[in-house]
């Protein structure tokens, strides 16, 4: 896509963002529901397609332009992103790295259009950070696999039309070897989809738990096919490093968000017959988050830039995670300090965004598993056992 169209995708969306998402925060927190014109919207703008290649109906944008396009989406709850998220990031790509051509033509159209929500199914109860104590097992039983156990806390499970089901293939196999990726529709015969979860935070994105009992799925549901079997965690290791340069600037977005807010209020709220702006300590505290959020943006353009010419997808997507979720938690507190006791209030949008902002640290790798990784990449053989 050119600079040019680009830029127009950008203030429409900045443009939709401002005006219609933003004066809906407060119903969608209390509501833990996004309105279903919100819904539509997304769709005819092709928010739900926007990283997917223009030949199977998304709009192909880069990873740098991706990250232009998510900055703005950062500006209001990431309940919005959530939305589509998932089809853009860490299930869309599942397809987009490992699928056959069948399996893309079948599926990806789809996930653009928004006809279809995909979920990504890795995570379970015992096995978050570490891959190797995955337990849901696929067994071949002649012309069909057959899935047995439980994932948790998968987003959009609540609505997912498709779930993207990580499963051990080879029970004999160690560590994250000998494990499959299997497109498994939610009306599949077997598939619960548990209550949403109670969350702190990120009202109106849902996650819920997922029950495999006796799945019975044809043996081209493997990602890949015959070469997807036992190769789904390189898949998967693939698509979360995508997905951390989109989670990176959706903080970055985010932390905009509250240094606008914590500006705004500086300027207006008074005390001592003064705005707080004049006091230094509270100029210290915006500078540092203007400081944070600059750092965040120009990290994640220049990860975003290395990823797209092949030059770096493993440590600058951990980097830029690991730096952009902290960094954003730490200008949510802040902007909470900032407005003092009105920071601590229901209604006030740092209070929100407080709330928000905690979960990316955690999710998509945690910012443990990020030192790790940028870690192991920098010392090598000297790092492992």
Not at 329 to 355: N, P, S, T
Request: aromatic share 6%.
């Amino acid at each position: 896509m050119d600079a040019a169209d680009l830029a127009d995708i950008v203030d429409a969306v900045r443009t939709f963002v401002r005006n219609e998402v933003v004066p809906r925060e407060e119903e969608i927190d209390a509501t833990d529901t996004i309105p279903e014109s919100i819904v539509e919207a997304c769709k005819a703008m092709g928010l739900y397609g926007f990283s997917i290649p223009e030949q199977y109906g998304g709009l192909g944008l880069t990873v740098s332009q991706e990250a232009e396009l998510v900055f703005e989406l950062g500006w209001t709850t990431p309940a919005l992103r959530s939305l589509f998220g998932t089809n853009n990031g860490i299930a869309g790509h599942v397809l987009l790295e490992g699928a056959t051509g069948e399996q893309r033509k079948a599926w990806l159209p789809r996930l653009a259009s928004g006809e279809v929500t995909a979920s990504f199914g890795l995570t379970e109860a015992d096995a978050g950070s570490d891959p190797s104590a995955l337990s849901t097992r696929a067994r071949l039983d002649g012309s069909q696999w057959v899935l047995n156990g439980s994932k948790r806390y998968i987003t959009n499970a609540p609505v997912a039309d498709v779930l993207m089901i990580f499963a051990r293939t080879d029970p004999d196999a160690v560590g994250n070897r000998g494990i499959s990726t299997f497109l498994v529709p939610a009306g599949t015969p077997g598939v619960t989809i548990g209550p949403p979860d109670r969350k702190m935070g990120q009202f109106g994105a849902h996650t819920a738990d997922v029950h495999l009992d006796d799945v019975v799925v044809p043996l081209d549901a493997v990602v890949g096919g015959d070469e997807g079997v036992n190769n789904g965690f390189r898949i998967a290791a693939r698509c979360l490093a995508h997905g951390r340069v989109q989670i990176a600037a959706l903080c970055v977005g985010m932390a905009a968000r509250l240094v606008h807010e914590s500006v705004e209020f500086a300027r207006t709220r008074e005390q001592g017959g003064a705005p707080i702006a004049r006091f230094q300590l509270i100029q210290g505290l915006i500078a540092d988050s203007v400081t944070d959020h600059y750092a965040g943006r120009a990290l994640v353009l220049d990860v975003a830039k290395n990823y797209d010419g092949g030059t770096d997808k493993i440590s600058g997507p951990s980097a830029a995670k690991y730096f952009c979720s902290e960094m954003v938690g730490r200008v949510a507190d802040r902007a909470v300090q900032i407005h003092g006791g009105a920071g601590y209030l229901r209604g006030v949008a740092v209070e929100r965004f407080y709330r928000d902002a905690r979960l990316f640290r955690i999710y998509e790798g945690t910012s443990q598993i990020q030192q790790v990784i940028l870690a192991r990449q920098a010392l090598g053989a000297a790092a492992r056992a």
